[in-house]
């Protein structure tokens, strides 16, 4: 059992990290939306001053473990995920950061990208809902690990 925190991580921060106490880093996953680089809350409607690298630091160093990153600029939009965004953060925070990148995936070879670049994860939408992947190619990578 897991849950995600975004817009409380930024207004108020407090209850959040009381809950990474009390549940423990493996139930409580960091949600670090953004655009251009600068996390969004509030089901995206509103843009913080916060810039991502900066907001999941400052968590990791409360605690945090499991992170899911989406990059508002291209989720949805089948063009690929953001690759550079998520290799920086990777490399800055290293074998701190589980980072399971959100937005934009258009195909295998996305998933392949963001395997390779160290993401522990990938969320899938509209990729499999058009059939740019199916179930059975979804599986054949995960239990191939290909």
């Not at 670090?32 to 907001?55: H, P, Q, V, Y």
């Not at 473990?65 to 490399?91: Q, R």
């Not at 290293?94 to 295998?108: E, F, M, R, T, V």
């Amino acid at each position: 059992k897991q849950i995600t925190g975004g817009s409380i991580a930024v207004k108020n921060p407090s209850q959040f990290v009381s809950w990474l106490e009390v549940y423990g880093n493996e139930r409580i996953i960091l949600g670090a939306d953004a655009k251009d680089r600068k996390i969004a809350i509030s089901g995206w409607l509103e843009e913080s001053d916060l810039m991502i690298n900066t907001f999941i630091g400052d968590y990791l160093n409360k605690g945090i473990k499991h992170v899911i990153s989406t990059d508002i600029a291209v989720d949805g939009m089948l063009t690929g995920p953001s690759v550079k965004l998520y290799s920086e953060l990777i490399n800055e925070f290293g074998s701190n950061l589980n980072l399971i990148a959100s937005g934009g995936i258009k195909d295998l070879s996305d998933l392949e990208q963001l395997k390779e670049i160290g993401c522990s994860g990938a969320i899938l939408g509209k990729a499999i809902y058009e059939n740019r992947i199916t179930l059975k190619e979804l599986e054949n990578f995960i239990l191939n690990d290909q």
